[in-house]
């Protein structure tokens, strides 16, 4: 009996791509596969979206950068938040990664590079107070830029904090602020995240940078991922280890946090935060088990969570739970988990088996 198997459906990667495009028609699609695919797996979700014909990939350091070439990830990659060094810049020429400037503390470095041209993308800061220059610098950067010997600024980005609601004052903000700043500069330009790219057409510029719907989840606080159209990529699955029937009255689990209302079958899965499914996750958490839902009842151990199984007298040992993926979508687990699905996904550990199909 395998424990936790998580499948990666690549044919939902390729739809949910398919689904950005339909969003945001004709811009070009920098797919965002940080934090090794949102935990999906960078290599095989990178090679899946090549292969769909996206435009490049944005991770976070040199290190994932570097980590998708020996994947043999030919494709343009941009680092959005690597800090720059001397001997980050040499490696980010030799393997042709396009840096994203976003500090001061990068100009000396910058200044000193002499290898292969580097195609640089500038931070400007345009609400988020996160990373990026303050965007009204932006005049004086491009000046700054000017002068490097061998590196090209080919555009210019920013982040939005509140793009997920769709009224957020602050995201029409910081179009704005971003658009006065830029404008009559050359370059590219890029904005939008999914919920950029769902829910704020005046973000979609030319360069969108996708991650979470990619990934068939939804970013936004008014629409789930089945209203968009999108695909869970990943299905994570783990098995009944265990059943019993217990009286009422009778504890459950470390702490006793949940006792039994009524004489009722228990199920334990093989599955625990060792594994990665979030130990906060608190009693009636749902977890599906065929056409069922047995909520999660007790704390998450290491290696088990115990289910009711009201809902599912008649299952066996050796039945398949699905913590999340088809017919359980992450964000909905995320939701009574307190968190969102980005983490779900991220904080599976090496225990989990991954099968590509
Ligand atoms: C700078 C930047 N761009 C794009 C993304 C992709 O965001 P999302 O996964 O919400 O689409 C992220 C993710 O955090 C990011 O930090």
Redesign the pocket.
């Known amino acids: 009996m395998t424990r936790a198997v998580a499948t990666i459906d690549r044919a939902a990667l390729g739809h949910n791509l398919a689904r950005v495009r339909a969003m945001a028609p004709g811009r070009e699609i920098f797919a965002?596969v940080k934090a090794d695919g949102y935990g999906h797996g960078a290599a095989v979700v990178a090679a899946t979206l090549a292969e769909a014909g996206v435009d490049g990939f944005?991770v976070s350091s040199l290190d994932e950068a570097l980590a998708l070439r020996w994947a043999g990830i030919a494709a343009p990659i941009m680092t959005?938040s690597q800090p720059l060094d001397g001997p980050t810049l040499a490696a980010m020429g030799e393997h042709a990664i396009s840096p994203v400037v976003f500090d001061a503390a990068h100009w000396a470095a910058l200044a000193d590079y002499r290898g292969p041209r580097l195609a640089a993308w500038c931070k400007l800061d345009s609400g988020m107070h996160r990373l990026g220059f303050p965007a009204n610098e932006a005049g004086a950067l491009a000046t700054r830029f000017a002068d490097l010997a061998a590196v090209d600024l080919v555009g210019w980005m920013t982040?939005l904090g509140c793009a997920d609601d769709p009224t957020s004052p602050l995201t029409l903000h910081q179009l704005a602020c971003f658009d006065n700043a830029t404008a009559g500069l050359p370059g590219k330009r890029s904005i939008a995240?999914?919920?950029g790219v769902i829910a704020w057409p005046d973000s979609h510029a030319d360069r969108l940078?996708?991650?979470?719907?990619l990934y068939g989840s939804s970013?936004m606080t008014d629409r789930d991922a089945e209203a968009l159209d999108l695909s869970p990529v990943m299905h994570l699955t783990a098995p009944l280890i265990s059943r019993r029937d217990l009286p009422a009255g009778e504890p459950i689990g470390y702490g006793a946090t949940w006792s039994t209302p009524e004489a009722m079958p228990v199920g334990v899965v093989g599955i625990g935060y060792g594994d990665g499914y979030p130990r906060h996750a608190p009693s009636g958490t749902p977890i599906r088990l065929g056409d069922a839902i047995v909520p999660l009842i007790g704390r998450v151990s290491m290696d088990m969570i115990t289910v009711d199984l009201r809902t599912a007298p008649g299952a066996a040992i050796g039945d398949r739970a699905t913590l999340w993926g088809r017919g359980l979508s992450a964000d909905t687990v995320a939701r009574a988990a307190g968190t969102i699905a980005?983490e779900l996904f991220c904080q599976l550990t090496p225990r989990v088996q991954f099968d590509i199909i």
Not at 209 to 213: D, E, L, N, Q, V
Request: hydrophobic content about 45%.
């Open positions: 965002a944005a959005l982040h995240n999914s919920a940078r996708p991650g979470i719907m970013p980005y």
